[in-house]
């Protein structure tokens, strides 16, 4: 069919830079060993912190909510995709994250486009660390709100931004809480001491800190002990929770302001009974199976000291995103390639996603991966490191 020829002249622009990227389908559930290209590898990519994409107990509650409720829900949530269990789960959201109110979205990606795009207006302003998630950034250009970028995780540069605001009704600051290309936390203590100063409200974005910080995986706001000095919260249901779906855990004003203007929420079909029924025992995995987030750590750490002993430069990570940094583009997939010949899958990441020459392994070990599993990985990345003169 003619008219996409501009769109393929890119394409093949991104094949001659080699920048083009097939999707990889796994042949198996996702778990610490995946099928690949008919090949059984150690999964070091997934956001499946804990295991929890098919722990028997969300598999059950699922299936359970299946036969009871059907697979679908026919209607968005405000007008007859409500079922009582989509707001019993958002009270125990609401109870574990400590917040008044929360309230569900399809995903994190429309969580972010849903808050940002509605509750800014022209005399507002949102001021936005330059790293955060393509989701904010998105949000943010949805908003007639005035723009601010600080540094990333500078405070220095927050404060100026900070300090140009004061005209404006409402400051946001937003921010993720973990980054997602270099595994750093942000500085929150810090960064709600500034809001406080200039009397801003906060937004963070825990995606990759659900299940991962915090008691019981609470988050990054619980675990720097900032309970009800955060005014958003939002959270991913599909990372460490291991189903679909992003949250608002705040106040109660907010929930129902979003149900009434967050367009995400109130123009898409709400989740299936499997995901919501899902997604609700895992907070209780969370509450009761303490031992997986324990072993995520200690994996964590095992990992990282196991790369650092080899020599590699693991950046600033302080979670189990651990990047590998390689540093060119094309060494950076060769490496990747070379590891997935020696049954370690852990995709490469390039630019645009990171800065150009940052070219780097990014790899999440879960609380599924036997201590074998992880040694087995290293030994594939000192082969592989040793080959290609990285290390
Ligand atoms: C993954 C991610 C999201 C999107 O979450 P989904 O539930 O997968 O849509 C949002 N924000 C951040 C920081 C993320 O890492």
Do not use: C
């Not at 020829?5 to 991104?14: G, H, P, R």
């Not at 595994?183 to 800190?209: C, F, R, S, T």
């Amino acid at each position: 069919m003619k008219g996409f020829e501009y769109l393929q002249t890119q394409l093949d622009d991104m094949k001659k830079e080699g920048t083009f990227r097939e999707l990889i389908p796994l042949e198996s559930a996702q778990g610490s060993r995946v099928t690949i290209k008919g090949k059984n590898v150690i999964q070091l990519s997934s956001n499946n912190y804990l295991g929890l994409t098919s722990h028997p107990r969300m598999k059950e509650a699922a299936n359970k909510a299946t036969e009871e409720f059907g697979v679908g829900t026919g209607s968005v949530r405000t007008i007859a995709g409500t079922l009582t269990m989509h707001e019993r789960f958002e009270r125990k959201l609401a109870e574990f994250k400590h917040t008044e109110a929360a309230l569900v979205f399809q995903s994190g990606f429309t969580t972010n486009q849903g808050i940002l795009s509605s509750i800014l207006t022209d005399e507002d302003v949102v001021i936005s660390d330059e790293l955060n998630h393509a989701s904010i950034i998105d949000g943010i250009r949805l908003t007639k709100a005035a723009r601010k970028i600080y540094k990333h995780t500078d405070m220095t540069s927050l404060e100026e931004k900070l300090k140009e605001s004061g005209d404006y009704r409402t400051r946001l600051v937003v921010t993720d809480g973990v980054f997602s290309m270099d595994g750093n936390i942000a500085p929150l203590q810090d960064i709600v001491e500034l809001a406080e100063k200039y009397d801003a409200l906060i937004m963070v974005d825990d995606a990759h800190a659900s299940g991962v910080l915090g008691d019981n995986g609470r988050g990054t706001v619980n675990h720097f002990g900032l309970d009800g000095r955060v005014h958003i919260q939002v959270g991913t249901l599909s990372k460490a929770i291991g189903v679909l779906g992003g949250y608002v855990a705040s106040t109660q004003t907010l929930r129902e302001y979003l149900i009434h203007k967050g367009r995400p929420f109130l123009f898409s079909t709400s989740h299936p009974p499997a995901v919501t029924a899902a997604n609700d025992a895992a907070i209780d995995v969370l509450l009761e199976e303490e031992h997986l987030i324990t072993k995520l750590w200690d994996n964590t750490t095992f990992f990282k000291q196991g790369l650092a002993d080899m020599g590699f430069d693991t950046g600033i990570s302080e979670t189990p995103i651990t990047p590998v940094m390689i540093g060119d583009d094309a060494m950076t997939h060769q490496f990747s390639d070379e590891l997935f010949h020696e049954g370690v899958f852990a995709q490469g990441i390039v630019f645009p996603t990171v800065p150009k020459g940052k070219g780097r392994i990014r790899t999440i070990v879960t609380a599924e991966h036997s201590k074998e599993e992880l040694q087995e990985a290293l030994n594939a990345f000192e082969k592989v490191g040793k080959k290609l003169s990285v290390i």
